[in-house]
């Protein structure tokens, strides 16, 4: 269990769980063996609060589901912005690819077949372009290793070295995105 330890005047440890992260308040007196021994007699309340703040997150109402004239829209700026990235990125990393097709689905992001054609959900455009090019990067990076081997993600990251960063954001935050794909 990672946390992040923050000390004050305060008189005892207080715990507290938010976005799946675990903050330690704690008095300047208590050492770091006191509070690691506070987080392990508590964890089970802790694992309960990720857990309750997960399942509320999952069950939050969407955004808003896209109109089709939303969908097309985001399907356009999808083909002007993605081939742009994916050449840069093909460059750098030194491999080709077939065709680049985008397409809207609920459960991924992008996928590269055996041929070297890419594929990429338009729902990509309401993320940041750091996003976009984490996965742009992870696409392409199949075209050296058709798995998810370490070194494929030493390729990834050889190329991209935010993508465990962004990669993290879209765990996060791309299911809300996914969300806003009509039914
Ligand atoms: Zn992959």
């Not at 590269?112 to 372009?129: E, I, R």
């Not at 199949?142 to 081997?149: D, F, Q, Y």
Request: aromatic share 8%.
């Amino acid at each position: 269990m990672t946390y992040k330890i923050i000390r004050s005047n305060r008189r005892s440890i207080g715990l507290e769980v938010k976005n799946g992260e675990l903050t330690v308040r704690a008095p300047v007196f208590v050492t770091d063996f006191q509070i690691r021994l506070f987080v392990q007699q508590h964890i089970g309340w802790i694992e309960d609060q990720m857990k309750k703040q997960a399942s509320r997150k999952t069950n939050a109402p969407a955004a808003g589901k896209l109109t089709d004239k939303e969908l097309k829209d985001l399907t356009d700026k999808a083909k002007k912005v993605i081939p742009e990235r994916v050449k840069y990125y093909a460059v750098k990393i030194g491999v080709t690819y077939g065709k680049i097709t985008i397409r809207h689905q609920k459960t991924r992001w992008g996928s590269c077949t055996s041929k070297g054609n890419l594929n990429f959900n338009c729902l990509l455009m309401l993320a940041p372009d750091e996003a976009v090019d984490a996965i742009v990067v992870h696409e392409l990076c199949h075209r050296k290793e058709m798995n998810h081997s370490a070194r494929f993600y030493a390729e990834v990251r050889r190329a991209y070295p935010e993508y465990d960063k962004w990669n993290t954001w879209l765990k996060k935050n791309g299911g809300a995105i996914l969300d806003r794909l009509p039914a």
